[in-house]
């Protein structure tokens, strides 16, 4: 019986990490934006458009100041329909 077990590899691992990351920062900023809805006495439509609001302006600002694709030109996010 051949068995091949398929070792991750760093770099894999890393772009993982990165991912996760990534999806960290954004649900933060979303946080954030809710925090501050709530704090102005916002009702719930509020505080998801401005926790929605903050969390895509935040990573896109991230994007840009990282020099990366933007949420809009990433392709892999585009081909899962």
């Known amino acids: 019986m051949n068995q091949i077990t398929q070792v991750p590899t760093f770099v894999g691992l890393l772009g993982d990490l990165q ?8 649900v933060a900023f979303a946080i954030t ?3 501050a809805a709530g704090r102005k006495e916002m009702d719930l439509v509020g505080v998801v458009a401005l926790g929605s609001l903050v969390s895509v302006g935040g990573g896109t600002m991230r994007d840009l100041l990282l020099a990366t694709a933007v949420l809009v030109s990433k392709p892999s996010l585009m081909d899962k329909t």
Do not use: C, N
Not at 19 to 26: A, D, K
């Open 19 to 26: 991912e996760v990351v990534e999806y960290t920062g954004t």
């Open 33 to 35: 934006g809710a925090v």
